[in-house]
């Protein structure tokens, strides 16, 4: 299928040109981020295939109909800048990567936590200046501490398992509790129960209108004093500013973050030489205990591999006119 590829990456290409010698799509490598300017591109081609910062909104949607674009192939799991009832007004398939190495978002979830508590960041930088202090380096053992995990789909199920392996208690909330969790030793709970018990939380539930927000200032009241929060899923679980006043208070004692509220203009480019706008991003990396990385999370060879290969193989179904799992 003719597909004008948005947002285009060289760590990514070579895995989708990789795919494409079995599948044999014409795929149109761009560089400009998808929105309603850069939309009338895609003009010539039947799908336009897409990243998780790129703009699908209704407008840009439209104008994509206009340009006679049929198919917006996402390559990520999460939907949310995607205007899905938009696209099937104009009779566009939307189809997307439901999973891909889920363990990789987990043990990059489980690595914050690791270097969040015994300060490896830190240590990395001192021992380069040859500062070999320990003040301010103490940590705390994993094992026998209350981890609660908030969604255990593919990836907080995994987060769980390691956890486990950890020697922590483990503690989950999700709308539809798994009875294999359950029966490996997680205790399901509701979530003012999770957040009231838990030293560490885990955030792993898709974002949605209901989980906007979900852990704002008086969910932080709620917490432990001195808890670790983790999110890898969507920025806006969590309220950034509430973040920032929980950390100042000390209520929060560790935030990690692979994922912000307002990364859009943000992560997945150099931006050294900017002048950095967000003023609640720039406080939230003032915080020795805060530790952010760039929407990294899914960034591993299986997951590239597998992201190129169901966004090629469902392109390659919706153009036969075959059933895919995977449209919304
Ligand atoms: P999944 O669909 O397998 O699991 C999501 C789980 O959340 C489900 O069990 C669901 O029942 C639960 N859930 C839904 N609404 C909930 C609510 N209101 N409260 C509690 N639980 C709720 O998804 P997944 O593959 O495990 O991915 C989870 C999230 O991780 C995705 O939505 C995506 O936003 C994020 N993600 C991030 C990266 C990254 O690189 N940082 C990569 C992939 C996915």
Redesign the pocket.
């Known amino acids: 299928m003719k597909t004008a590829f948005f947002n285009t990456k060289p760590y990514e290409q070579r895995f989708f040109d990789a795919a494409n010698r079995e599948q044999h799509h014409e795929l149109n490598y761009l560089a400009p981020r998808l929105d309603a300017d850069t939309a009338p591109i895609a003009a010539g081609h039947e799908a336009v295939c897409l990243f998780v910062n790129d703009d699908a909104s209704r407008p840009v949607v439209d104008r994509l109909a206009e340009a006679g674009v049929r198919v917006l192939a996402l390559r ?3 939907f ?1 800048h995607v205007d899905v009832e938009a696209a099937k007004g104009h009779g566009m398939a939307v189809c997307r990567v ?3 190495s ?1 363990h990789g ?1 987990a043990e ?1 979830a489980i690595a914050l936590m690791l270097a969040l508590n015994r300060r490896t960041y830190r240590a990395y930088a001192r021992v380069r200046e040859r500062n070999f202090a320990l003040e301010g380096l103490m940590g705390f053992e994993m094992y026998g501490r209350t981890a609660g995990v ?8 995994a987060a769980a398992r390691i956890l486990l392996g950890f020697g922590c208690r483990v503690l989950a ?4 509790p798994g009875d294999d969790l359950r029966d490996a030793g997680v205790e399901f709970v509701d ?1 003012d129960t999770l957040l009231r018990e838990s030293q560490i939380v885990t955030l ?5 209108e ?2 906007h927000h ?1 852990i704002d200032a008086e969910r932080f009241k709620a917490m432990r004093d001195g808890v670790m929060l983790v999110n ?3 920025g806006a679980l969590v309220d950034a500013e509430a973040a920032v006043d929980a950390l100042k208070s000390g209520k929060l004692g560790h935030l990690g973050l ?2 912000y509220e307002e990364e859009d203009n943000l992560f997945f480019e150099d931006r050294s030489s900017d002048i950095l706008e967000d003023d609640t991003f720039a406080r939230l990396l003032t915080f020795p205990n805060v530790l952010v990385t760039g ?5 591993t060879q299986e997951a590239l591999e597998q992201i190129a290969a169901v966004t090629l193989d469902n392109l390659t179904r919706l153009e036969a006119g075959e059933a895919c799992d995977n449209v919304l």
């Open positions: 990520s799991a999460g949310n439901p999973a891909y889920p978002v990059h908030v969604g255990t789909g593919k990836i907080g199920a909330y999700d709308k539809h979530l792993h539930c898709p974002l949605t209901e989980t979900l890898t899923s969507r692979d994922v929407h990294q999370a899914f960034f």
